[in-house]
């Protein structure tokens, strides 16, 4: 199956910086999500990219999709940025769900 | 619109009972799925349906069962728990996406299982 491996796996940044987060995917995918996990385990929804760039905020994404990458910026980043983002590929024409990569666990110090 | 709704939240159960894990969605989508995740991973995928009475095996399935009977839930067995199915088990739902634009997901806010 597809394999999805995600940079860093940790970070720890003080608040105000700015910071990108990868996303690397082993075959061709139409569905890309990125999800941010709350400490409370909610997973939330930030980006729909399957290719092309979105922003929202402070949060921002690019999926180039002939490379098989993503990449998630933060800019600015609060403390309530804090948690595991997750980035997860699949194939939209099928029903098979998605492939969630490992994560980034982001840590933002006051 | 409540999106996806997971029922309960917490559960703690003996090791050997059963239990069932129910999911609700309210926007008419034909897919959904169950996944769970455990510490340091992501989520992994159990089972997943295809439209109401349809069932399918993911990349987890051994010792969980399914059932779609209506076309809004998606309930997840176990019918003997196991102290390995201490987990964080998530439903998420979706549009076939025919003739759509977007293919994306939309996730429950999760049931914390723990078996002892």
């Known amino acids: 199956g597809i394999q999805v491996e995600q940079s860093p796996p940790d970070l720890i940044l003080q608040e105000g910086a700015n910071s990108t987060l990868r996303c690397n995917f082993s075959d061709s995918v139409n569905n890309l999500q990125w999800f941010h996990q709350n400490p409370w385990g909610q997973l939330i929804n930030l980006f729909y990219i399957p290719s092309g760039t979105k922003q929202n905020g402070r949060l921002s994404a690019t999926t180039v999709a002939t490379e098989r990458y993503s990449l998630l910026y933060i800019s600015s980043s609060q403390t309530t940025d804090s948690g595991v983002y997750f980035c997860?590929?699949?194939w939209g024409g099928g029903a098979d769900g998605l492939t969630f990569g490992k994560g980034t666990h982001l840590i933002i110090q006051p | 619109n409540a999106g996806v709704t997971q029922t309960p939240k917490f559960r703690v159960l003996k090791t050997g009972q059963s239990m069932t894990l129910l999911c609700a969605q309210d926007m008419n989508h034909e897919y959904m799925y169950w996944y769970r995740q455990d510490p340091g991973m992501g989520l992994r995928l159990i089972h997943y349906?295809?439209?109401?009475?349809?069932?399918a095996k993911g990349e987890v399935p051994d010792g969980y069962n399914v059932s779609r009977l209506k076309k809004q839930n998606f309930l997840l067995g176990l019918e003997s728990a196991a102290p390995s199915q201490t987990s964080v088990y998530f439903c998420?739902?979706?549009?076939?996406?025919?003739?759509?634009?977007?293919?994306?997901?939309?996730f429950g806010s999760g049931t914390r299982l723990t078996v002892v």
């Open positions: 997860a590929v699949g």
């Open positions: 998420a739902s979706r549009t076939t996406g025919q003739g759509i634009a977007n293919y994306g997901y939309t």
């Open positions: 349906s295809v439209g109401e009475g349809t069932t």
